[in-house]
């Protein structure tokens, strides 16, 4: 049963640290955005833009309510578990939006 507790502390650890990593590369990606190469050039794109500025503000917060919880030890990290990989999936889908945003600026580079 000791076993089960360490692997699953591990796997949570490991949780977290993909959870940091995401969002510095949110961070890195959100100032790429910002920069004058990712710059909208049609309606659609203007769009595209400001649905991911929402959606980097809503990751945000979404992390800091995860690491809050986790620092408060509100709730046993175990059964956070799920939450985190949720989080982890939202991470994934933002990153299909910007990829899909950023082709469609660069369209002529």
């Given at each position: 049963m000791?076993?089960?507790v360490k692997t699953d502390t591990g796997e949570i650890?490991?949780?977290?640290?993909?959870?940091e990593r995401n969002n510095n590369l949110v961070q890195r990606l959100s100032r790429k955005l910002g920069s004058y190469t990712c710059e909208p050039n049609n309606h659609s794109?203007?769009?595209?833009?400001?649905?991911?500025k929402r959606?980097?503000?809503?990751?945000?917060?979404?992390?800091?309510?995860?690491?809050r919880l986790l620092q408060q030890k509100s709730q046993q990290v175990g059964q956070?578990?799920?939450?985190?990989?949720?989080?982890?999936?939202r991470f994934k889908d933002l990153e299909k939006e910007i990829a899909?945003?950023?082709l469609s600026t660069n369209k002529y580079q």
């Open positions: 000791n076993k089960t650890q490991e949780l977290l640290i993909r959870m794109c203007f769009e595209k833009l400001d649905n991911l959606s980097f503000k809503v990751f945000k917060d979404q992390q800091n309510h995860i690491l956070m578990e799920d939450q985190i990989i949720g989080h982890l999936e899909a945003y950023m």
